[in-house]
């Protein structure tokens, strides 16, 4: 991935490793193969459902970095419950059988529903190609991860109603985020023909998905917003905005991607069942954690809510991040950031933190994990952060001075 308006050779068109793209994944199951991201917690990959529509939940997920080339074995595979072929609903979580690479970026989801109208950063594995002449469909050289923008024009709802319910194929609303492939043109301005949501694109930096981009995903502001599953060349009666009529990923051509705001509830509570050893009571909550002698392990840090909820589907948040005391983000512990949202039925949630191993014989070392902005509840008068401490135990032998 991905079809871009300039050719694959362009450089502007390439997710080199160490530019931020790390934790974009190639996912393969079956023999077949796709593309997804790994998530903010570091132990698994959120992609397409449609990759394991051969029937297999094996898979193996191929990291390049910074560091290298790694692939590694899934240990487990979760579809979402109401995935059809049709594309609705359509995430897999793929857990990792052993730690991700330390160089793999972990990306956290975009949460809010102003992402309608943002430019969006496409990354993937796809073939590459240009909106002239589609997607390579020969092409046969090796993996490349490409970027490429585009904006996310509307929801699938807007299309569908813009068609007079048209579609053969639907998605419950505001749960996709569409985008076109536009080359500057009116004539190939698919959602503007079609809909009357005309924009002439961004450019050279326009692209647009294609085979094996399958649940790649697209960032706003660094964040997964959306994840790869078609793309679709429409038409209605005499208008056919498609370059080349042909379904390869071409200028006039639109794709769609699912909505993480909108599925951020499944994402994060299927994450949470799957952490190990997780304490579901401060009593159980662990405050040294040995360090481990390579990859990495969790550290927890348990999160309460003991109100009352004005409403029971109110949903509740707070913002966290990690910060240095004596242990270093990087070499000690891998540093989060992001919002945690206790969902109706929830009081209590875990945040997990990587704590990487190693064989050096050195002090205990601690960090800290800062809660600030209360949505829904309070830490009490007059308090704005609550602070909590994890203290990396040294298991490795030998005298510190």
Not at 18 to 27: K, L, S, T
Not at 180 to 185: A, K, M
Not at 267 to 287: F, G, H, M
Not at 304 to 332: H, W
Request: net charge negative; aromatic share 10%; hydrophobic share 35%.
């Amino acid at each position: 991935m991905v079809t871009t308006v300039t050719s694959f050779t362009d450089l502007r068109n390439r997710a080199l490793p160490g530019e931020g793209y790390d934790g974009v994944v190639r996912v393969s199951s079956g023999g077949y193969y796709g593309t997804g991201v790994l998530l903010y917690d570091g132990q698994a990959v959120l992609t397409a459902a449609h990759l394991f529509d051969h029937g297999s939940l094996s898979a193996s997920v191929r990291f390049e970095t910074s560091s290298g080339i790694q692939t590694v074995s899934a240990s487990s595979v979760l579809v979402h419950p109401l995935y059809n072929q049709n594309g609705s609903s359509d995430l897999a979580l793929v857990w990792l059988g052993q730690s991700a690479p330390l160089t793999a970026e972990r990306y956290t989801l975009y949460r809010d529903s102003n992402d309608i109208g943002q430019v969006a950063t496409l990354v993937g594995y796809g073939l590459p190609g240009s909106g002239a002449t589609g997607a390579l469909s020969g092409y046969a050289a090796g993996d490349l991860r490409l970027k490429a923008e585009n904006r996310m024009d509307v929801d699938f709802g807007t299309l569908q109603s813009g068609l007079w319910n048209s579609l053969s194929w639907s998605a419950p609303a505001g749960s996709q985020l569409l985008a076109d492939f536009d080359d500057g043109t009116v004539g190939h301005d698919a959602l503007g023909m079609l809909i009357n949501r005309f924009n002439a694109g961004l450019g050279l930096d326009e692209g647009l998905i294609a085979p094996g981009d399958s649940g790649g995903p697209a960032f706003i502001n660094g964040k997964v917003a959306g994840i790869a599953t078609y793309t679709a060349s429409l038409y209605e009666g005499s208008t056919h905005p498609d370059i080349d009529s042909e379904l390869n990923s071409s200028f006039g051509e639109l794709a769609a991607w699912q909505r993480v705001s909108y599925y951020q509830q499944w994402i994060d509570q299927s994450l949470r069942a799957y952490y190990p050893d997780a304490p579901t009571k401060p009593e159980e909550v662990k405050k040294a954690v040995p360090e481990g002698s390579s990859g990495t392990t969790l550290a927890y840090f348990l999160l309460q809510f003991t109100g009352v909820r004005s409403d029971p589907n109110e949903i509740l948040s707070v913002d966290f991040a990690t910060r240095d005391g004596t242990a270093t983000a990087g070499q000690d512990y891998v540093a989060v950031h992001g919002t945690l949202k206790l969902y109706p039925g929830e009081n209590q949630a875990v945040i997990p933190v990587e704590i990487i191993g190693d064989t050096t014989p050195e002090a205990d070392e601690n960090f800290y994990l800062d809660v600030t902005h209360p949505v829904g509840g309070s830490f009490g008068d007059g308090v704005v952060q609550l602070t909590a401490v994890r203290t990396i135990v040294n298991d490795d032998g030998g005298a510190v001075a």
